[in-house]
């Protein structure tokens, strides 16, 4: 096979072991090190990927992506709102705060007004029910749905009661102030795995009015359900444009994302200088080759072969021990992210991170890992910049001088 003489040159210095055994032992853990710097940094990307992918899946599930709020003047009409790019499906819906009690205790929960049938169709809740479906809340039969969480923590089983109380609408009665309240029936039990399990009571929108002795028409706002939840700036924006006033889930969850966000981000920027200290090795062994090789340089210099030349044996060189890390650090790297949960069950390792004990969720993004190689081979090119001027500012007379 045909190479260029610089290319050729440079393959035999990279791959020249008998020489010297320490330069040999350098590159060898240059290499090693970018290798394992990589897939450490692919598992570790991936794995944060798959917890930031469960995280977004399960409570931006419960918790509405926008909620808009309706204006004095104006009657919401149903998809009014379906136009906006990123907007999938909406629905109205009444958030309000109060007390469950069952004869086991009570808790401080979140009460959601539903349309059962949209949230059928929409809401990740209804892949996730145990028991019963969303269409079972039915209007006047004051039924409610609960997380599982929340239904052991109150003993309250498929078919019984429990007391909702509500925290915003009360009135002073002979014996103090008296809040609205009114007995449901459970119909249903979902399991999201989220921490809003616990939290969050979904009923019927029409129930939901008569328990805040309220119209609907008052109280309802309009939710909408987004294809992506992290793009919800540009929904937000479209109704700004149209003169409506908003929520969204950054306002209940967003310090949760943007700790993981921080989290990820960091663990990137330790692994990545891991990969950039392996890659700065090269430049140690390079300096040594060149040391080694002056009387080389010097004789290709004066056969008529140009410095240019001589500084391109030396980069080829060292990004061909960057290839070559970062080939074997991206293949492994791959290799354990899709085997990761055979090797915790095959090692009998106690990580079972997700709701059901499947183990370890992963979101290999190719647009990271070449992200990673791009980064990796630019390093080491880096690297190889100083060595390569080095080998270029070979005097012949003075390398000559004693050979």
Known sequence: MFYPLSAFIGLRYAKASKGSHFIAFINFFSVAGIALGLMALITVLSVMNGFEGELKLRNLGITPHVLVQKKPDVDITPNMFNHIEGV??????????????????????????????????????????????????????????????LSIKLNVRMGEQARLIASENSYFGPFGRIYSQRVFRVVGIFDMGS?????????????????????????????????????????????????????????????????????????????????????????????MVVTEKQGDIAILLTQGMTRNNIMGIFLFNGIYNGIKGTAIGVVTGVLLVTQINHLIRLFDFPIFLSPQGQGVPTDLQWQQVIFLIVTSLILCFLASLYPAYRAVRVNPADALKYE
């Open 195 to 287: 921490a809003l399990d616990d939290k969050a009571v979904l009923m019927h929108i029409d129930d939901t009015a008569r328990l805040l002795r309220s119209k609907k028409t008052k109280l309802a706002q309009t939710r909408l359900f987004l294809a992506d939840a992290f793009d919800y700036k540009s929904v937000v924006q479209a109704l700004e444009a149209q003169g409506y006033s908003s929520t969204n889930w950054r306002d209940q969850q967003g310090v949760l994302f943007d700790a993981v966000k921080m989290e990820k981000n960091m663990m990137s920027l330790m692994l990545l200088l891991i990969i950039s200290v392996a890659a700065f090795n090269i430049v140690s062994a390079l300096v």
């Open 88 to 149: 999938v499906a909406s629905a109205q819906q009444i958030d309000s705060e109060g007390i469950i009690q069952s004869s086991q205790g009570l808790k401080g929960v979140m009460f959601q007004g539903i349309q059962p049938d949209v949230m059928q169709r929409s809401s990740i809740i209804a892949d996730n029910m145990l028991v019963g479906r969303l269409t079972d809340l039915v209007k006047g039969e004051y039924g409610i749905i609960i997380g599982r969480a």
